[in-house]
Structures are given as structure tokens and as C-alpha cells.
């Protein structure tokens, strides 16, 4: 099975900041990851697939990067609704979420 | 729009069974794969299982299999999971997702999600 490991568990921040969220993947899979923003109370929203690839209204201030084990989702600036909790999920050998990224003010 | 809600939650004691439902709305159900997807209490997500949309391919978790079964009515719109040998640590939000219309070289994402459905296996 293959694990995803975010980093850091919470990240402090005021809005206007720049927040970089990391995942990291216990062997290769490609591009096939994505990104997920979860609210309290909430179901999970499709942020970023294949890596790189915005959904459909997903603001431009979100941005995801990275191949193979590394990966990176970017929020150039927080606004409010942007304070959440963040997975990333793998889909190149079945599926796997990471345990997620605390964005909190 | 897209809709999925989720139903048949509830406290359950171990060794049980309970049988979960998704009812779907506003696109060609059919036509898609589909997913269950739980999250214990204070804990990430756990993918649990997914149906091919003609059931063809049906696929499980290793912490589920041999005890749940996914199925589908594709007339009446509807997913199901029925659980059964029912543990504690089984005890989670159940939400069924689409396997979605964002894909990158034929493998694709959950695009929706319903609000989800509670279980709570307690003796």
C-alpha cells in the first residue's frame, strides 16, 4: 500500500500569507495525486488532480505541483474561507488519503 | 446539480450488521464509478470501497474485505454497502463519492461528495 505523509500536521497563519502544504508519497506515483479541502462538518471538495490540474472553480491562489514522491499544494495568499483541514489522495495503485493538513489562523 | 445522499447510519453493537445507502441526483448515475470513502472521529480519510459503474469491477480496502459488499441499482439511482462483522473500528462518517469527470490518463477523482452518513459500532 502506498503511504502519503503530509507535512506539517497544523500550519499557523495569518490571511494575505502564503501557504505551502507538502505530501510526500511512499514510492512513485507519477501524477496521479489530488488534493482535497475538508470544513468542519463538511464533505471533502476536489481542489487540485493530476498534480497540477485546478477544478472547476477552484480559485487561481491554489496551486499544486510536484511528480513522483514529492508534492506540494500552494494558497499564494489565505483568504478566510481558506482556514481548513487539506488531504491529499493518491490514485496510482488503488486509493490512499494523508492524515492532512490543519491550515489555521 | 450533482447530489449524494448518504442514509442507514446508526449504533450498531460489534458483530452486527447495518446496510448503508446513497441516493444520487442530477447526473447519469449509470454512467459512473463510485466510491465509498469513511472518516473515523478526529482522523483523516480511509478509502473503503468502489464499484465500476455496471459492477463489473469491485474493488476493497483490506480492512474491509471478506465483511463489506458494494452493490448498485442503476435504475433507481442508488449505491449501496452493506457491512457486516461489524467492529469498533469500523466506527466512522461514511461518505459516498463519484469517481468523477477530472481524470489524467484514465484514472480519475472523487468530484462529489454526499454529506455522509454516521456509524457507531458500541457495545
Known amino acids: 500500500e502506498i503511504v502519503l505523509t503530509q507535512s506539517p500536521a497544523t500550519l499557523s497563519l495569518s490571511p494575505g500569507d502564503r501557504a505551502t502544504l507538502s505530501c510526500r508519497a511512499s514510492?512513485?506515483?507519477?501524477?496521479?495525486l489530488a488534493w482535497y479541502q475538508q470544513k468542519p462538518g463538511q464533505a471533502p471538495r476536489l481542489l487540485i488532480y493530476g498534480a497540477s490540474n485546478r477544478a472547476t472553480g477552484v480559485p487561481a491562489r491554489f496551486s499544486g505541483s510536484g511528480s513522483g514522491t514529492d508534492f506540494t499544494l500552494t494558497i499564494s495568499s489565505l483568504e478566510p474561507e481558506d482556514f481548513a483541514v487539506y488531504f491529499c489522495q493518491q490514485r496510482s495503485s488503488s486509493w490512499t488519503f494523508g492524515q492532512g493538513t490543519k491550515v489555521e489562523i | 446539480q450533482v447530489q449524494l445522499v448518504e442514509s442507514g447510519g446508526g449504533v450498531v453493537q460489534p458483530g452486527r450488521s447495518l446496510r448503508l445507502s446513497c441516493a444520487a441526483s442530477g447526473f447519469a448515475f449509470s454512467r459512473y464509478a463510485m466510491h465509498w470513502v469513511r472518516q473515523s472521529p478526529g482522523k483523516g480519510l480511509e478509502w473503503v470501497t468502489l464499484t465500476s459503474y455496471d459492477e463489473s469491477d469491485r474493488q476493497y480496502a483490506d480492512s474491509v474485505k471478506g465483511r463489506f459488499t458494494i452493490s448498485r441499482d442503476n435504475v433507481k439511482n442508488t449505491l449501496f454497502l452493506e457491512m457486516n462483522s461489524l467492529t469498533t473500528e469500523d466506527t466512522a462518517v461514511y461518505y459516498c463519492?463519484?469517481?468523477?469527470?477530472?481524470?489524467?490518463?484514465?484514472?480519475?477523482?472523487?468530484?462529489?461528495w454526499g454529506q455522509g452518513t454516521p456509524v457507531t459500532v458500541s457495545s
Open positions: 463519492a463519484r469517481d468523477g469527470d477530472y481524470c489524467t490518463s484514465g484514472r480519475c477523482y472523487l468530484d462529489h
Open positions: 514510492q512513485s506515483v507519477a501524477n496521479y
